[in-house]
Structure formats: C-alpha cells, structure tokens
C-alpha cells in the first residue's frame, strides 16, 4: 500500500512558478490592496528554500502566494513584512543558526548595517538571506474644479507619482490634459482603498457641493482653495444644514503652505508641500 501524501496547509502551498506569483502581485495592484514581496537572494547548508524563491504576504502577515521555505525562516519574515508594508522601508532579514549568531556578537533581532538578524532553530543550521519589499498602492489625489489651480494639480501631482482623479462639469474634463481618471461632477468617492488626499480648488463654481462630498469622504486631507473667510462661511453653512463640526478636523483651508505663493502653479506647490509633509511624517512615525 502506497504511504498516504500529506498536504501542506494553503498558506504554505509552494508556488514555484515564477509566472503565477508575477499574475499574483498584478492582481493585488489592481486591487490597490498593500503587500510585501519577500525574495530569497542567499542560502548557505540546507534550507528548504533556494534563492530566488518569492512569498507575496498580505499586511496580516499572512502569505497568500510563493514560497520562502519551512518555519524555520517564516515567523521572521513575516514580522518584517508587516513592518515594511507600515513604513514603505525595504529590509534584508539575515536568519542564521544561533551559535553563529552568538560568534558574531550579535543576538537575535538585532540589526547592523541595515541586515536584521534572526535565529534558525531547526535542525538544519542553515543559513538564509532574505529581502523584504512592500508594494503599496499609489496615493491618490483627488481634484475638485477646474480652475488652474486645479489643472496645476493635475499636472504637478501626476509628476510625482499621484494617482490623479479629477472632478468637474462634464464641459470641463478636457481642460485636464492627462488625469488618470475624470469624473463628471462632484461626487466623490466616500471610500477608497489607498491613501487619498481631497483638493477642492472650485474657487467659486460649485464650492458647497464639492466640499461637503470632499468632507463625507473618508479622506484623511482634505484642502479648500480659497479665503479663510470664504472657509468660515461654507463652514457655517453646512453645519446649519447638518453637516457635523467633527467633519471639518480634517479641513486645511487656506490650502497649502504659507510660501507666500501667488500664481497657480506656487499655490498647486504649496498644497503639495504640505502633503508631502503629512504624508511623510506618518510613514516616520509608522
């Protein structure tokens, strides 16, 4: 009688096509969904996993594609992973046996050289070299108006890797030379799966719609092109008609920072100066 075949769980199911891992990554990117791609580039005595072997891990650290090897290495890149896909920092997870560790000085968990070490606690002893990289969705800015200040966006956004979504009067769309997306009128998405970061530059055609539909976004920034007092009384407008205080925490308005800009390409730099500032002290802080 033929010795029965064990399976292995889903999660640990290899996927040794190089082919099928790359349709895995696209297909997360498509979805805009965060992950990390782990890739053995070393292995020294035995390790289950050879170089060049790839796992696509979810921000749960669990792994939904490829193949790293056994636990030995596991539990350590998976940690790693759930970092990186946090802060957008790739790192290379040395997982070594531990009384080589131990001759080296170094203890588990410790990094140098920017290499975090971990202990291999198998039986093997082996030795493996691992990088971590997230891919993360791009972040998307969306533009309320067409304006030049809003076509200014458009423009500079785009450059510096923006997903760019545009709203406006139908008329409008083609003044944009080219968004990623055009969206007639103002209905902004109320969720979405990446970062986004709302500019409402109407500058007086249609100022009240596009900035309450901006503020019932689930945007973490959004910005309003235009006086503080223009703010002050579309503030008190929609709260009569009401919309809660809470909702304008998120609002920056003037938009933008005060560089003393003047022309719409200044004002376009200073917005995205200012979330370039906020975006980026979120990953240091993460």
């Given at each position: 009688?033929?010795?029965?075949?064990?399976?292995?769980?889903?999660?640990?199911?290899?996927?040794?096509?190089?082919?099928?891992?790359?349709?895995?990554?696209a297909a997360m990117r498509a979805?805009?969904e965060p992950f990390a791609v782990?890739?053995?580039?070393?292995?020294?005595?035995?390790?289950?996993?050879?170089?060049?072997?790839?796992?696509?891990?979810?921000?749960?650290?669990?792994?939904?594609?490829?193949?790293?090897?056994?636990?030995?290495?596991?539990?350590?890149?998976?940690?790693?992973?759930?970092?990186?896909?946090?802060?957008?920092?790739?790192?290379?997870?040395?997982?070594?046996?531990?009384?080589?560790?131990?001759?080296?000085?170094i203890a588990p968990g410790d990094?140098?050289?920017?290499?975090?070490?971990?202990?291999?606690?198998?039986?093997?002893?082996?030795?493996?070299?691992?990088?971590?990289?997230?891919?993360?969705?791009?972040?998307?800015?969306?533009?309320?108006?067409?304006?030049?200040?809003?076509?200014?966006?458009?423009?500079?956004?785009?450059?510096?890797?923006?997903?760019?979504?545009?709203?406006?009067?139908?008329?409008?769309?083609?003044?944009?030379?080219?968004?990623?997306?055009?969206?007639?009128?103002?209905?902004?998405?109320?969720?979405?799966?990446?970062?986004?970061?709302?500019?409402?530059?109407?500058?007086?055609?249609?100022?009240?719609?596009?900035?309450?539909?901006?503020?019932?976004?689930?945007?973490?920034?959004?910005?309003?092109?235009?006086?503080?007092?223009?703010?002050?009384?579309?503030?008190?407008?929609?709260?009569?008609?009401?919309?809660?205080?809470?909702?304008?925490?998120?609002?920056?308005?003037?938009?933008?920072?005060?560089?003393?800009?003047?022309?719409?390409?200044?004002?376009?730099?200073?917005?995205?100066?200012?979330?370039?500032?906020?975006?980026?002290?979120?990953?240091?802080?993460?």
């Open positions: 009688m033929n010795a029965p075949v064990i399976t292995p769980p889903p999660e640990t199911m290899p996927m040794t096509d190089p082919q099928d891992v790359l349709s895995l990554v979805k805009a782990a890739t053995v580039v070393r292995t020294v005595s035995l390790t289950a996993a050879k170089a060049g072997a790839k796992a696509i891990i979810r921000a749960d650290g669990t792994i939904t594609g490829g193949w790293i090897g056994g636990g030995c290495a596991r539990g350590a890149v998976l940690r790693t992973a759930r970092q990186v896909i946090a802060d957008g920092e790739a790192r290379l997870v040395s997982v070594q046996p531990e009384e080589l560790l131990a001759d080296l000085g990094e140098r050289d920017g290499v975090r070490f971990a202990a291999n606690r198998c039986p093997s002893k082996g030795t493996m070299d691992v990088f971590v990289e997230a891919v993360l969705p791009r972040a998307q800015l969306v533009i309320c108006g067409a304006t030049p200040v809003a076509k200014a966006l458009c423009d500079l956004g785009r450059r510096m890797g923006y997903e760019t979504v545009v709203h406006a009067p139908e008329a409008d769309l083609d003044a944009f030379a080219a968004p990623d997306r055009r969206v007639a009128g103002y209905a902004v998405d109320r969720e979405a799966a990446q970062t986004r970061f709302v500019v409402v530059a109407t500058q007086g055609a249609g100022d009240a719609t596009a900035l309450r539909a901006a503020l019932e976004s689930d945007a973490g920034y959004v910005a309003f092109v235009g006086s503080r007092l223009k703010a002050a009384a579309l503030r008190e407008e929609m709260i009569r008609a009401g919309l809660p205080q809470a909702a304008f925490e998120r609002l920056h308005a003037p938009a933008g920072l005060d560089i003393g800009a003047i022309t719409p390409e200044e004002i376009a730099m200073s917005i995205l100066a200012e979330i370039t500032v906020l975006r980026r002290r979120g990953q240091r802080a993460a």
